[in-house]
């Protein structure tokens, strides 16, 4: 029997992708040929060769940057049950919970999460859970307020009946729960747990529906007249563990940071600034969690696991932070919206774990406080005095601060006695002109200057030398709601292109990482292949037109069907979708979701990858600054339980206008096409059945946009979108050669 000092607390094992390897290895073959053969007979063609011959180009790029990606994969393993043995102490944890909108993001998602959390299997003296709330709203203050009260209660419960799921709206909804094998006093229990949450979501639900959601009153006093952009800091001590009892309740507390109409608040990365620089005063642990505000705890060993990985490694240069996978609950039937992104995890992120590992996600991710302080791989071993002293001017005046952050980077991370000790200073630290001076958004913490903070924050601790791990236990660890609708998914996407070409075309940029800082080669090759998504847009639209412009002209870009070459096409074509296919059922997926993701992957990149392209665009030439979009938070999609569920939703956003518009082009090419209404071909290069089946291909993609077309109501494009789409498809045939092809249709009519 191994002794406790020898059990181990994790494994990593590489996996074996041999044949992944051959098929890459013959698309990328079969892509190079198709080059090739258009630069030797790029001669004999004109513009439309040489756009196919660039986008193809950028088509390959793309194909080595998911090659070297996906090479080694590499997954780790943990033993939670290990850990007591090994560890004589288990180290504190600060879990910071973000929220911004009480009506995007409904406090009842919120409250479950910060249930899910003050219940996970870790001594509760050394948990304490902050909840931010950029939106100031009494509504998530009375939600939590009502939630903290419950928790004395179900947290109890949960830890005394071994409960697996602990965001309560996820447990008692469970319909497989039996109780024939129960005792009589957990039937009592479960009731008597039950009837006091209906009672919660009650109070919630009715205090959501008033134009005041509480009394303004004692601990409510502060929100009477809050507006939501113009208001001082407000934290508040919701629940503290005093006693420090490991089996009582975690600390929690309320952190409402300051705001003010002409300071700048760096969204998401402002607020966890501010919670890191409050918990560093409050609790000082030297791990941090943190989740969105709806991404409940699903497995309750969470923090064990992380720990495994984090205390297990053979350094803490290996081991930077800890990430989970991003799943989600109760999604529609074969991912409709293709946003779940389960085969990106499965392949991609565990290929990132074989180099630097994985970027950090926003959620789900244990970091280690001292690196979130800036701290250097090459100064973990050899920090000293001087060092902390010279790093420190760096952090701000508040002195209470500094000497909490000094104990951090030196690793003597003992917290005050109690958390209403450090209110006061909390509130000077939770200040909007705080940051002035100091190093916080550049230096230290997370970092500003994109819309996808996250990925930044990660990008950076890679590029000083630091690795991350990936981590996938069972049951999965933590899950959230998958955005329900077209007009959702296109608002999360287009943020996500957005932030990641942002710091593309900055300062950030990993290529400079690579030249310059500790960057390895391949992670940053697998940085370019996220950053660049924006990028894509362009040559996918540009690919997506040249069927249009080949068929209206009679011109070509494909090779006939009589050449060999022709079946090159045709090999590329089948063996990819034949590859994703074979990744997609080997994670459990059916044809129907692989299908799916394929032409979402279409109608993303060319609608809300080009919105996003074209945000950036407008920031670099300081017309605009990009701005961040909430996306919509729905704990129980309405979606669920229609017979419509899963069919494509629209809005009269701008962001639909793309994608209409090559349905509409696509749709005349091929009227166009079957009444032979083109001229005479140039040449004998005429437009032939590779351009055809390109279009048929690319308007099958655009199915949910053609049924829109006839569509009503919120499955149906709106007027207005339909009439700019019409007037750019008319401008397209214009440009293209509109006169003569009129004259010609009109001559063979």
């Not at 029997?1 to 044949?19: E, G, H, V, Y």
């Not at 655009?702 to 006839?710: H, T, V, Y």
């Amino acid at each position: 029997m191994a002794t406790p000092n020898f059990l181990p607390l994790c494994d990593k094992t590489t996996r074996k992708n041999t044949a992944q390897r051959v098929i890459d290895v013959i698309i990328l073959f079969l892509l190079l040929s198709l080059l090739v053969y258009r630069i030797l007979l790029f001669k004999d063609h004109g513009l439309t060769w040489l756009l196919a011959f660039l986008c193809e180009s950028w088509f390959t790029f793309t194909w080595v940057l998911v090659m070297s990606n996906k090479w080694n994969p590499v997954q780790y393993k943990t033993y939670p049950n290990n850990l007591l043995p090994r560890v004589t102490e288990l180290p504190s944890v600060d879990m910071f919970v973000t929220t911004a909108d009480p009506v995007l993001e409904p406090p009842i998602i919120t409250i479950n999460t910060v249930l899910s959390l003050l219940a996970v299997d870790y001594p509760a003296h050394k948990l304490a859970c902050y909840v931010s709330d950029d939106g100031c709203s009494p509504l998530t203050y009375y939600s939590l307020s009502e939630a903290s009260k419950f928790a004395r209660l179900w947290v109890p419960f949960c830890k005394k009946y071994n409960i697996q799921v602990r965001a309560p709206f996820r447990y008692f909804a469970d319909n497989s729960l039996t109780f024939s094998d129960s005792s009589w006093e957990f039937q009592q229990e479960w009731k008597r747990m039950k009837v006091e949450y209906e009672q919660l979501c009650h109070k919630v639900e009715d205090a959501s529906q008033k134009s005041m959601p509480c009394d303004f009153r004692g601990e409510f006093a502060e929100f009477l007249n809050v507006d939501r952009k113009n208001h001082p800091a407000i934290i508040k001590v919701m629940c503290e563990n005093k006693e420090g009892l490991a089996d009582g309740l975690p600390h929690l507390v309320y952190v409402s940071r300051e705001k003010r109409h002409k300071h700048p608040h760096h969204y998401k990365a402002g607020a966890m600034n501010v919670l890191t620089r409050v918990s560093g005063l409050m609790s000082n642990a030297p791990y941090m969690l943190n989740v969105d505000c709806d991404m409940f705890v699903n497995n309750p060993k969470v923090v064990l696991h992380a720990m495994c990985l984090l205390l297990g490694s053979k350094s803490e240069k290996e081991s930077a932070y800890v990430q989970f996978p991003q799943m989600f609950y109760d999604g529609l039937k074969d991912d409709p919206y293709g946003n779940q992104l389960v085969v990106l995890f499965e392949y991609m992120t565990h290929g990132m774990s074989g180099l630097q590992g994985p970027l950090y996600g926003g959620t789900g991710c244990f970091h280690r406080r001292k690196i979130i302080y800036g701290l250097y791989p090459d100064n973990v071993e050899s920090i000293n005095g001087k060092l902390v002293e010279n790093w420190l001017l760096e952090f701000g005046s508040s002195k209470e601060l500094i000497k909490s952050a000094a104990h951090a980077l030196k690793g003597n991370t003992d917290p005050p006695n109690h958390l209403s000790d450090s209110i006061e200073a909390a509130h000077q630290v939770a200040n909007c002109s705080y940051e002035y001076n100091s190093s916080w958004g550049t230096e230290l913490g997370w970092r500003y200057g994109s819309t996808t903070e996250d990925v930044l924050t990660g990008l950076t601790i890679h590029k000083k030398g630091w690795k991350s791990i990936y981590c996938t236990p069972y049951p999965p660890a933590f899950l959230g709601c998958a955005p329900s609708g077209g007009p959702t998914a296109m608002t999360q996407q287009k943020r996500w292109a957005t932030g990641l070409l942002e710091i593309l075309v900055s300062k950030n940029c990993p290529i400079f990482a690579a030249l310059f800082e500790k960057l390895q080669l391949r992670q940053c090759l697998a940085y370019l292949y996220i950053f660049s998504w924006g990028l894509r847009s362009v040559p996918e639209l540009c690919y997506a037109a040249l069927p249009v412009y080949c068929i209206i002209t009679n011109s070509s870009f494909l090779p006939k069907v009589n050449e060999p070459v022709f079946w090159v096409l045709v090999a590329l074509f089948v063996i990819y979708s034949l590859y994703t296919l074979s990744e997609y059922l080997r994670t459990g997926q059916s044809i129907r979701a692989w299908w799916n993701s394929q032409r979402m992957a279409r109608i993303t990149t060319m609608t809300a990858w080009f919105f996003g392209f074209l945000s950036v665009v407008l920031k670099l030439l300081g017309i605009s600054e990009t701005v961040f979009e909430v996306t919509k938070k729905d704990q129980s999609s309405d979606s669920m339980n229609d017979n419509d569920a899963g069919r494509f939703t629209f809005d009269e956003s701008p962001v639909f206008v793309p994608g209409t518009t090559i349905c509409l082009l696509h749709l005349s090419a091929l009227i166009v096409s079957l009444l032979k209404l083109q001229p005479l071909a140039h040449d004998g290069h005429g437009s032939g059945l590779g351009e055809v089946l390109c279009s048929v291909w690319l308007l099958l993609c655009f199915w949910p946009f053609l049924k829109g077309l006839f569509g009503k109501g919120k499955h149906g494009i709106p007027i207005s979108t339909i009439c700019k789409a019409a007037a750019l498809a008319l401008l397209f045939y214009t440009c293209v050669d509109g006169p003569q092809w009129v004259e010609t249709s009109f001559m063979h009519l």
